[in-house]
């Protein structure tokens, strides 16, 4: 029998008020003396292009066209194009050298450039209007940030500096218990204080935290860090994180710049003290990314373009085997290995710790380019790992709805579920927290609202993250607005009905560009716009249906498609077949959930949800929900209780019925 141990877990959190002693807002100062200042409040949550005025797509046909056109010089690379640089050198109008660093990189997928040299970036019109400034003999001007962002960043790298010259160099604790203690709390008792010191590696007392410095590549100086602390609750180990700058803005591949420029092999973690166990046990290039196995930002694409080899080790768990192949999407699949989590291919620091041949693993990576599979020999270790673990394999599991992980075991990607309900009953409420929920356990989530809109869906589901009325403590909100915002969630900026097309498109922008495994389409009718008008409207649907299915698999991603019912007799509770159109949508489904709004026959509850199918493994049932309207919550966590304690109440009235006849048959 084998036996999968508990493994730490990561989580982000704020660590800057225990370094400053108090509550600190987003604009405060960390440099002794400095009074906080108050920054201004905002929702920045990212959303993508709307319907009224979206960034124009362009192939990678165009894009090589078009630099022909221009007799820029460029050559293919696995991700992108690389041409000579428009920001360095001489600015004239002149031809860009072939002899001048290739410096710029033009993404193949997204057309966005960015030039490691001046560590200018923008978009594809961006590079366009550049090219054509440089032709009428203008000086190219790299796109410039706001100021509210350069204020950020320039706040960022001040707060930064200040930690990181309060932080010590790990091996050079006064105390050597201290640094015994300190080396064991993190796992790390394994790894060298050469290890330490060539990574550059801090602890910072006042917060008993790690710090990881994230060095300009252009002259070095310091960009951002990161600080990783330790809580234990129970036996569960949790690192709590936190960057500066916040994390969608902090591009730390940590450990590149210790790689030389002969190098061409690289080792990807999605943990800083995976790449130090890397180095130390294998002597292998290796660099962490910034948001571990969650994401790999198209911006990290150029830096990653000179290695021709690259093993992805993300972790040891299911999902971080699932984001490893989707990340060597992004990086050419002909290029990259994959290191299979398993009891013996532990993540990289445990395998340290345990002693393992760290290089031996490294060689038994499996090739992430199989065009077909020929035999079972090749399916053996997926299906082994499968059966290893069942509760991974499983998917993500609801905090809030624990009946639902009953039944659908849980949140995986690649499937397809459909939710319908009656007009009124709550389902776009309840399908808010419903995603809520898998978003706050890391699940990157795009919600596409076309029925109501994003700032009213933010609201709801703001309401439902905080479990309170914020209306009532409005010097709450920006705290729980500041929580809210770390969650990866985007928002499709489209209102109305929609042209399927752009939404796939739009769908398949997000995955590219946020890793997003989990998207919400709320729902189905507004994507039968009017370029259906002259279809027949059950063939229109099917062909939609048909398109978001093949979409989750490609994609490796999991879709919620939200549609209404037929119009029935209210008295009549739904069913499968009560879904609007075709069988097809039910038959393309992996899961279709209905919100009941009916009495239950146990109890006075209004509302319960019922899955009626469930491909994974055939599981079916009902269960109660209740619902609060002051933190617009629909969870269930005392449903169960509920359930008994009615069960109890009916066998206690049954008995003192059967009582009370017994007693009156023995009176005279």
């Known amino acids: 029998m084998a036996l999968v141990p508990l493994r730490p877990s990561r989580t982000a959190c704020r660590l800057l008020p225990l370094l400053c002693g108090g509550a600190r807002s987003k604009g405060a100062s960390l440099s002794p003396g400095a009074p906080g200042r108050l920054g201004q409040r905002r929702?920045?949550?990212?959303?993508?292009?709307?319907?009224?005025?979206?960034?124009?797509?362009?192939?990678?046909?165009?894009?090589?066209?078009?630099?022909?056109?221009?007799?820029?010089?460029?050559?293919?690379?696995?991700?992108?194009?690389?041409?000579?640089?428009?920001?360095?050198?001489?600015?004239?109008?002149?031809?860009?050298?072939?002899?001048?660093?290739?410096?710029?990189?033009?993404?193949?997928?997204?057309g966005s450039f960015l030039c490691t040299a001046t560590l200018a970036e923008g978009t594809w019109q961006d590079f366009q209007a550049n090219v054509e400034m440089r032709h009428r003999g203008i000086t190219p001007i790299p796109p410039a940030s706001s100021e509210e962002m350069e204020e950020e960043m320039r706040q960022a790298r001040e707060d930064a500096r200040c930690i990181w010259e309060r932080a010590l160099p790990l091996w050079q604790l006064l105390d050597e218990?201290?640094?015994?203690?300190?080396?064991?709390?993190?796992?790390?008792?394994?790894?060298s204080d050469a290890t330490l010191k060539r990574f550059g590696v801090r602890y910072l007392r006042a917060a008993r935290s790690l710090v990881f410095p994230w060095f300009s590549p252009q002259d070095a100086t310091l960009r951002g860090l990161k600080l990783v602390r330790v809580e234990k609750k129970g036996g569960t180990i949790t690192y709590v994180e936190e960057t500066l700058p916040r994390f969608d803005s902090y591009r730390n591949l940590f450990?590149?710049?210790?790689?030389?420029?002969?190098d061409t092999e690289l080792v990807l973690t999605g943990w800083e003290l995976d790449?130090?166990?890397?180095?130390?046990?294998?002597?292998?290039?290796?660099?962490?990314?910034?948001?571990?196995?969650?994401?790999?930002?198209?911006?990290?694409?150029?830096y990653l373009e000179r290695f021709k080899r690259i093993t992805l080790w993300l972790g040891e768990d299911l999902r971080s085997w699932e984001a490893a192949k989707l990340f060597a999407r992004k990086l050419s699949l002909k290029r990259c290995s994959l290191v299979r989590p398993g009891n013996l291919h532990p993540r990289p620091l445990e395998a340290l710790n345990q002693g393992l041949n760290v290089t031996k693993i490294l060689r038994s990576a499996l090739l992430a380019s199989h065009k077909s599979i020929v035999s079972f020999r090749q399916l053996r270790e997926e299906v082994f790992g499968e059966l290893v673990n069942t509760e991974q394999v499983s998917g993500v599991k609801w905090t809030r709805?624990?009946?639902?992980?009953k039944l659908l075991k849980g949140h995986r990607r690649g499937e397809l579920t459909i939710f319908?309900?009656?007009?009124?009953?709550?389902?776009?409420?309840?399908?808010?927290?419903?995603?809520?929920?898998?978003?706050?356990?890391?699940?990157?989530?795009?919600?596409?609202?076309?029925?109501?809109?994003?700032?009213?869906?933010?609201?709801?589901?703001?309401?439902?993250?905080?479990?309170?009325?914020l209306e009532d403590q409005l010097e709450l909100y920006d705290e729980w607005a500041d929580r809210f915002e770390e969650l990866p969630l985007y928002f499709m900026t489209f209102h109305g009905q929609q042209n399927i097309k752009t939404v796939i498109d739009t769908m398949q922008h997000a995955v590219y560009m946020y890793d997003i495994t989990h998207v919400v389409v709320?729902?189905?009718?507004?994507?039968?716009?009017?370029?259906?008008?002259?279809?027949?409207?059950?063939?229109?649907?099917?062909?939609?249906?048909?398109?978001?299915?093949?979409?989750?698999?490609?994609?490796?991603?999991?879709?919620?498609?939200?549609?209404?019912?037929?119009?029935?007799?209210?008295?009549?509770?739904?069913q499968t077949a009560s879904i609007f159109g075709s069988a097809k949508a039910s038959q393309e489904a992996d899961n279709v959930l209905i919100l009941q709004d009916r009495k239950l026959v146990t109890g006075p509850g209004k509302r319960y949800l019922q899955v009626s199918k469930n491909r994974f493994d055939g599981d079916v049932g009902i269960f109660p929900l209740e619902f609060s309207k002051a933190s617009l919550s629909f969870s269930s966590s005392k449903s169960k209780v509920r359930l008994k304690k009615m069960k109890e109440e009916k066998e206690i009235l049954a008995n003192k019925i059967v009582e009370g006849g017994s007693g009156a048959s023995k009176k005279p």
Not at 68 to 75: S, V
Not at 283 to 301: D, E, H, K, W, Y
Not at 440 to 459: C, D, H, P
Not at 529 to 534: C, D, N, V
């Open 255 to 262: 450990g590149l710049s210790l790689i030389g420029r002969r």
């Open 177 to 191: 218990k201290e640094t015994k203690e300190t080396k064991a709390l993190f796992g790390i008792s394994q790894v």
């Open 401 to 405: 709805f624990p009946e639902l992980n």
């Open 522 to 574: 709320d729902n189905l009718q507004f994507m039968m716009g009017h370029e259906h008008i002259s279809v027949d409207r059950l063939a229109a649907q099917d062909y939609i249906v048909g398109a978001f299915r093949k979409f989750a698999t490609d994609n490796t991603c999991h879709i919620t498609l939200i549609i209404h019912p037929r119009k029935e007799d209210d008295e009549k509770e739904l």
């Open 275 to 302: 790449a130090l166990a890397l180095h130390q046990a294998a002597g292998v290039a290796s660099v962490a990314l910034p948001r571990g196995a969650s994401c790999l930002p198209p911006t990290l694409l150029p």
């Open 43 to 110: 929702y920045k949550k990212d959303v993508l292009p709307s319907p009224d005025g979206p960034a124009p797509s362009v192939s990678i046909t165009e894009i090589r066209q078009y630099l022909r056109a221009q007799d820029i010089p460029f050559h293919d690379g696995y991700s992108c194009l690389h041409t000579p640089s428009l920001f360095t050198g001489d600015r004239g109008d002149q031809l860009l050298s072939a002899n001048a660093p290739f410096t710029l990189f033009i993404d193949k997928t997204t």
């Open 420 to 469: 319908t309900g009656p007009t009124g009953s709550g389902k776009t409420t309840f399908i808010s927290e419903y995603a809520l929920d898998l978003c706050m356990q890391g699940v990157s989530t795009l919600w596409g609202s076309f029925e109501i809109n994003n700032v009213r869906l933010a609201k709801i589901m703001l309401t439902q993250f905080a479990g309170r009325r």
